[in-house]
């Protein structure tokens, strides 16, 4: 992978000379191909995918506004608000896809990839705002009990309902695994449970005038939104906390590395997602001391294959040690053996 | 801290030493204070926030109001070194490797959220008074002013006496003190707006220190932001320059060529380094051993690093790694094309 000619001229000092120039070229220009082709795949069906749905919201949201205006319908405005929601929280999601495809530079050198959760996590506590103002709003007509126009509800809310689920079908797919189409998404779903809430209590406002059911759907549907929101706020705190992903046993990764021939044993592991679908490993590997240069590199090669197969890792760092004095890591932070002795003491 | 220290070998002197990290620039530095003062001094800010809104609600003013809500931050802070300091010192777990010492920076972050919200619904306030003049103003509000400014000038003089009680050998002393006058002066001039407003009846003062305070928050507020999302995007640390690092470890006898190096801050003050090195394919063993405690040495007593992994290779085939992220040699051919 790597431009040989630069290697060789490089040690002779720090002055940079023109090979580095070159080879920094050629190797820009190799990775700069090689290495996203399927992620790009990915993160265009995404953007594809939120700007059809920007573009249902946006036009249904025009519509209400021309209806609203010509007919001075407050509820239509209303709800042409929802939408605006909707259109911002898709917007940010869209921004955030097109940023975190920057290039990594001395200053970010995991270039921003971060964003898309960063969005995600803007998404999620918007949603929390909205659930406020929902709850607020449902306080405000149990109390005084407004004139509900059954008719015109029903209207906008099926409408409503209609796009929305549109909307919700083209994004559903590329939310699997990506966290910043998930926090769109869930805008999405919560005013599509608006809509149904909006077209149930039309109904029964209209069949037998209960209009009591209005503020109670909307108490349920914020529990709904909440517990959803509550469940992408997991993920992401669990991204930023630099937890270990869902999808990695690291238990079982450090068991597997410690199988391979010649490794005595691994501490100092750490998995963490840099977004979801790029997922990092840092470890350091004990190895019998008695091994040669072609068994570090073959050892390399296998652990670096395992973490790629298994588990998906797309980034993998390991220091090879001889002796456990070698490390002089002040911090150990989690530690296989560590684990095991803790295992065996009965809990 | 000592009783927290024994629970894990490993964490034992460095946890709680870099708490203050977050908030150094906030100048808050709760590292060396002990537990039950921090305690003390939340509980004298939440009385005095107490006093603040209540004063505000019967009179109307808003200038109270708002140094509520910059004592929210403050409160939140507190609470925040308290709930650091607990839950930073949990061991790490398969489910999170680095434990939870990310926890203080989200906690920051919705600190700052919080503070938002507090300063946003204050301006939606002032808007709402300057459009309908004062009819929510009390007819004493220069007196609720003068009396709730003295106040919270004699609780903020008392909590920096306990907190430099137990800040005493702490840095940290000067920066508490910093903003605990900061509150002083907030409510020296609450107090003399409240006089001005009970001697001449100017009660647009009142808004317009709000409006200051408003403005104090965002201010305040301004940096620690841009401090979390550095953060939390895994930047590199203002204080670690990753060219200089690089040819710092370049440098190693041994040592041929750093690529893919990533630098990030668990928390700020808390460095960790990632790095491929490719070095000479003859070293032996030993040299392997003592390239790495060199490189070791380098990151951590020149760049201030505090955690490396360091993969060795042999040759640049050896690195199965799809990306390379920041290369070194990339960089170089940069900084030539801008000096051109």
């Keep these: 992978m790597k431009a040989t000619d630069s290697l060789s001229s490089h040690r002779d000092g720090h002055d940079h000379s023109h090979h580095h120039h070159d080879g920094g070229h050629g190797h820009r220009h190799v990775h700069g191909h090689g290495h996203h082709d399927h992620d790009h795949d990915l993160r265009g069906a995404s953007r594809r995918s939120l700007q059809t749905a920007l573009i249902l919201i946006a036009t249904f949201m025009v519509v209400e506004v021309v209806g609203g205006v010509i007919s001075g319908s407050l509820s239509l405005l209303a709800d042409a608000g929802h939408m605006l929601t909707d259109a911002a929280s898709i917007v940010l999601a869209l921004v955030a896809l097109h940023f975190s495809d920057l290039p990594a530079s001395w200053e970010r050198t995991y270039g921003y990839r971060r964003l898309e959760v960063l969005a995600a996590l803007v998404n999620a506590l918007s949603l929390c705002v909205i659930i406020g103002g929902v709850l607020w709003e449902a306080y405000r007509r149990l109390r005084t009990v407004p004139e509900v126009e059954g008719g015109l509800m029903l209207g906008i809310g099926l409408a409503g309902l209609v796009v929305n689920v549109l909307a919700m079908l083209v994004l559903r797919r590329s939310a699997k695994g990506n966290l910043n189409v998930e926090g769109a998404l869930q805008h999405i779903v919560a005013d599509l449970l608006g809509s149904v809430a909006v077209v149930v209590s039309g109904a029964l406002v209209l069949a037998f005038g209960w209009t009591i059911v209005d503020p109670i759907l909307s108490v349920v549907i914020s529990i709904l939104i909440g517990v959803s929101t509550w469940r992408l706020l997991a993920k992401v705190f669990n991204v930023l906390l630099q937890g270990v992903p869902e999808h990695v046993d690291l238990y079982k990764l450090c068991a597997a590395l410690e199988d391979l021939p010649g490794v005595t044993f691994v501490h100092d592991a750490h998995v963490w997602s840099l977004a979801p679908d790029y997922d990092v490993l840092t470890a350091h590997i004990l190895v019998e001391p008695e091994l040669q240069t072609e068994d570090l590199k073959l050892m390399r090669g296998q652990v670096q294959e395992l973490a790629k197969r298994d588990y998906n890792l797309r980034h993998v760092t390991v220091q090879l040690e001889f002796t456990a004095d070698g490390c002089h890591d002040e911090v150990h932070h989690f530690d296989h053996l560590h684990r095991l002795s803790r295992d065996e003491v009965p809990a | ?340």
């Design chain 2, 1 to 340: 801290m000592s009783d927290s220290a024994t629970q894990h070998h490993h964490h034992d002197h460095h946890d709680h030493v870099e708490s203050r990290s977050l908030f150094s620039s906030h100048d808050h530095d709760y590292s060396g204070a002990g537990r039950r003062s921090l305690i003390a001094a939340l509980v004298l800010l939440l009385v005095h926030m107490a006093l603040d809104v209540v004063g505000g609600v019967l009179s109307g003013s808003l200038s109270l109001l708002a140094h509520a809500g910059h004592m929210v931050t403050d409160a939140g802070a507190l609470i925040v070194a308290l709930a650091a300091l607990h839950y930073g010192g949990l061991p790490p777990s398969t489910e999170r490797t680095f434990g939870l010492r990310r926890l203080e920076v989200l906690a920051a972050l919705f600190n700052v959220v919080l503070l938002w919200t507090v300063a946003s619904s204050i301006l939606l306030q002032v808007f709402e008074v300057v459009g309908h003049g004062h009819a929510h103003s009390h007819e004493h509000l220069g007196i609720y002013l003068l009396v709730i400014g003295a106040l919270g000038l004699i609780i903020h003089l008392t909590s920096a006496f306990i907190l430099h009680r137990s800040m005493h050998h702490s840095i940290s002393v000067e920066g508490a003190f910093r903003h605990v006058s900061v509150h002083a002066v907030e409510s020296l001039a609450i107090i003399v707006s409240g006089i001005l407003v009970e001697l001449f009846h100017w009660d647009f003062l009142d808004w317009a220190l709000s409006l200051v305070l408003v403005a104090v928050i965002l201010f305040s507020t301004y940096r620690l932001v841009i401090k979390i999302i550095k953060v939390l995007l895994q930047a590199v640390p203002d204080d670690v320059d990753v060219y200089r690092l690089c040819s710092a470890l370049e440098d190693v006898p041994g040592v041929t060529l750093i690529h893919d190096v990533h630098v990030w801050a668990l928390v700020p003050g808390y460095n960790v380094l990632t790095a491929h090195a490719i070095v000479d394919p003859d070293s032996t063993a030993e040299d392997l051993m003592r390239i790495r405690t060199e490189m070791l040495k380098t990151a951590r007593e020149e760049h201030g690093i505090r955690h490396t992994t360091f993969q060795l290779e042999f040759s640049a085939a050896d690195c199965h790694e799809e990306n390379h992220h920041v290369d070194h040699l990339m960089a170089l051919s940069r900084e030539e094309a801008g000096k051109g």
